[in-house]
C-alpha cells in the first residue's frame, strides 16, 4: 500500500489548522497617539501612556509602541484577535522605572482585567507568569533570568491546551499548566507601575 498520500493528506491537514504569523511593527502607524486597532488602557488605577514613537534602535525601523505612563499595569491589547492555542511574541525594550522596569504579553485576555501575562523584569532579573481575574493579578511561578536594561529583548509565549512555555532571548525559562482561561482571547502588551517601556515587531498565530 503506498502511504505518500496518506503523508501528503497529513501534512495538508497540519497546514490548514495553523495560521500564518501576523507581525505589527507600528511603522506604518501615526505617532503620537495609539495605534489604531488597539485598546490602550491599564489594568486598576492610574493613567497608562501608549503612543507610537520613532526611535532610532528600533528592531524594525522607524517606529515603536512606548509606554510611559504610570498605572497600576499598562495594558494594551490587540483589537479583533482570537486565538486559543497558538503563540503570541515581542521584542521589548526596558529604559526605566524606579518601581519596575517590565515588558510582558498578554494571552488570552477577555479585557483589561482579565488575562493571562508574563513579564520580564529588567530590575529583578526574573521573569514571571501570572493570571489577572477581575483585575488582580496572581503570581504563578518565577524564573531567574538576566534581563538588561537599555537593551532590546524577546518575549514569546507558547499555549496550547492548559500548557504554557515562556521563552525570552530563545531560552525557555517558564513552563505552567494552568484551566482559569481556557477560551480564545485576545492577545497584547504589558507593563507596570512605572516602567517605560519600549515594543515593537508584536507577532501571533493561532496553531
Known amino acids: 500500500m503506498n502511504s505518500l498520500p496518506l503523508v501528503l493528506a497529513?501534512?495538508?491537514?497540519?497546514?490548514?489548522?495553523?495560521?500564518?504569523?501576523?507581525?505589527?511593527?507600528?511603522d506604518t502607524a501615526e505617532t503620537g497617539k495609539p495605534p489604531a486597532g488597539w485598546t490602550a488602557g491599564q489594568t486598576g488605577s492610574g493613567q497608562a501612556k501608549w503612543a507610537v514613537v520613532a526611535d532610532?534602535?528600533?528592531?524594525?525601523?522607524?517606529?515603536?509602541?512606548?509606554?510611559?505612563?504610570?498605572?497600576?499595569y499598562p495594558v494594551c491589547i490587540k483589537d479583533g484577535t482570537s486565538i486559543k492555542d497558538g503563540f503570541v511574541e515581542v521584542k521589548?525594550?526596558?529604559?526605566?522605572?524606579?518601581d519596575d522596569q517590565a515588558g510582558g504579553l498578554l494571552w488570552r485576555a477577555k479585557d483589561?482585567?482579565?488575562?493571562?501575562?508574563?513579564?520580564?523584569?529588567?530590575?529583578?532579573?526574573?521573569?514571571?507568569?501570572?493570571?489577572t481575574v477581575n483585575g488582580r493579578r496572581?503570581?504563578?511561578?518565577?524564573?531567574?533570568?538576566?534581563?538588561?536594561?537599555?537593551?532590546?529583548?524577546?518575549?514569546?509565549?507558547?499555549?496550547?491546551?492548559?500548557?504554557f512555555t515562556v521563552m525570552l532571548d530563545g531560552k525557555k525559562a517558564i513552563e505552567w499548566d494552568d484551566d482559569t482561561f481556557k477560551d480564545a482571547g485576545k492577545v497584547g502588551v504589558w507593563t507596570k507601575a512605572d516602567s517605560v517601556t519600549l515594543f515593537d515587531d508584536f507577532s501571533f498565530a493561532a496553531k
Open 138 to 163: 496572581t503570581e504563578k511561578k518565577r524564573a531567574d533570568m538576566k534581563v538588561a536594561s537599555n537593551q532590546w529583548h524577546t518575549l514569546r509565549v507558547e499555549f496550547l491546551g492548559n500548557h
Open 56 to 72: 532610532a534602535t528600533a528592531p524594525s525601523k522607524p517606529n515603536v509602541l512606548k509606554q510611559s505612563g504610570t498605572a497600576t
Open 112 to 131: 483589561v482585567n482579565n488575562y493571562y501575562v508574563a513579564r520580564a523584569n529588567a530590575l529583578e532579573d526574573n521573569l514571571t507568569i501570572y493570571h
Open 92 to 98: 521589548f525594550k526596558p529604559l526605566s522605572g524606579k
Open 10 to 26: 497529513g501534512i495538508a491537514l497540519a497546514t490548514l489548522s495553523s495560521s500564518s504569523p501576523e507581525t505589527v511593527t507600528f
